[in-house]
């Protein structure tokens, strides 16, 4: 008798004739042998429905699909970029694992999600809760314009270099000896930025602005301004990093001191800039417009009709504290912490009354993704989000 259990779908049979109505088998298009949730397949076949007249296309769009007609797909190459924490083609690769952001989500499920929406050309990709930038990340690999908007300065700021990251010249971080490291080290210990940084939602300020105050006025000249804006960024990231897995890695046995997480991070970082480059170059990728907001989903300053795919994954109401979980990176960069949680989804109120918040400000915010919509011209018409851990699709 045949043990159901333990056999995955895949093996039970071939769900490329599921997926592709019976025009081909897994011996012509390949899946990963690692979509094994129904999710992804289900993914894997509304992705394929979008590309089906154009395979070349596909082979570069797929997130899903390992090989087409023998080919390698372009995600294959991608994901093999691999980063610390990654499992499998899914999460973590290229610069998604830049800073451990707890709540990030699947890189390779946002770009799948894209390609359902229909996402091509010049079309804008919105994710109005940005977190650490995933959902840009995708869209500027696929050479799409992504918005992002985050309410925390600190995350927009963190989304901003794990993007500017992907066009990094490697030469210009090798040079970086272990001389040189110290010092860098010893730069970003001994700052101490007193910026009082508060989201000012109407500002709209842009996350590079913010980058570029930072520099001018917080950080006291030294050598480090000698290099491209975008590495001065890197090696800010590469100490927060260093500050996040000291303080939550504190009295467990991994612990060390942040100077020996900085240096450790910091070569795998210029492991993870030379693949990326590597990729880009070999796949001649051209990458995608983004950008990135300090503002709020509760007032989005785009158009009506302007956006044609929205990824997002909102905040999970009372089931994390995003400032608690952050609190490091938010004082180390100035910013204030009760302005900041007076702003944030799902933080406002207290016991039910919080509930009740949530509930209203959540409403507000799909409202006001709705309304960005772009609808004409599209087969796509649906607004993703990924509420309390489920993935929940709203028809317009
Ligand atoms: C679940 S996380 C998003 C994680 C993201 N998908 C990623 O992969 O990194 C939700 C985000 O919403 C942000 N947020 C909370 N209130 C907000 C608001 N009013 N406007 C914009 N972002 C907000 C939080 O700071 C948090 O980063």
Redesign the pocket.
């Known amino acids: 008798m045949l043990n159901l259990k333990s056999k995955s779908l895949q093996e039970l049979i071939d769900v490329v004739t599921w997926i592709t109505d019976n025009r081909y088998t897994s011996k012509e298009l390949k899946l990963f042998d690692d979509v094994k949730q129904l999710y992804e397949l289900q993914l894997s076949k509304l992705e394929y429905l979008r590309f089906h007249d154009d395979l070349d296309e596909f082979l570069k769009r797929t997130a899903y699909f390992e090989e087409i007609f023998g080919k390698k797909s372009w995600h294959y190459y991608i994901s093999n970029v691999k980063g610390k924490g990654q499992i499998g083609h899914t999460n973590q690769y290229m610069t998604h694992w830049f800073y451990p952001?707890k709540?990030?989500?699947h890189g390779q499920m946002v770009k799948a999600l894209i390609n359902f929406a229909n996402a091509k050309g010049n079309d804008i990709v919105l994710?109005?809760?940005?977190?650490?930038?995933?959902?840009l990340i995708e869209s500027t690999l696929l050479g799409l314009n992504g918005v992002g908007?985050?309410?925390?300065p600190a995350?927009a700021i963190v989304s901003q270099i794990k993007l500017d990251a992907l066009r990094i010249d490697y030469e210009d971080l090798a040079e970086i000896d272990l001389s040189k490291m110290y010092k860098i080290f010893e730069y970003f210990y001994n700052l101490k930025i007193d910026a009082n940084i508060k989201p000012k939602v109407e500002e709209n300020l842009t996350a590079k602005e913010l980058l570029n105050t930072l520099w001018e006025n917080y950080f006291p000249s030294s050598f480090i301004h000698d290099y491209p804006f975008e590495v001065r960024n890197l090696l800010l990231l590469i100490y927060l990093h260093a500050l996040s897995d000291f303080t939550y890695l504190q009295g467990t046995k991994k612990s060390k001191k942040i100077q020996e997480f900085f240096i450790e991070n910091f070569k795998d970082y210029l492991k993870t800039i030379n693949g990326c480059c590597k990729v880009i170059r070999k796949l001649g990728i051209e990458l995608g417009d983004y950008r990135v907001l300090i503002?709020?989903?509760?007032d989005i300053p785009l158009k009506d009709d302007s956006v044609k795919a929205i990824v997002?994954?909102?905040?999970?109401s009372i089931a994390?504290d995003?400032i608690k979980n952050d609190e490091h990176l938010l004082r180390y960069l100035g910013v204030d912490v009760k302005e900041l949680r007076s702003?944030?989804?799902?933080l406002k109120g207290k016991g039910k009354e919080r509930i009740r918040i949530y509930e209203i400000?959540l409403k507000k915010?799909i409202e006001e993704m709705y309304r960005r919509r772009n609808v004409q011209n599209s087969k796509a018409r649906w607004v993703g989000c990924?509420c309390l851990g489920g993935y929940k699709y709203r028809r317009s």
């Open positions: 952001y709540g990030k989500f994710d109005p809760f940005l977190g650490s930038g995933t959902t908007i985050e309410i925390n995350l503002g709020s989903a509760l997002t994954s909102p905040p999970y994390l995003y702003h944030m989804i799902g400000d915010s990924n």
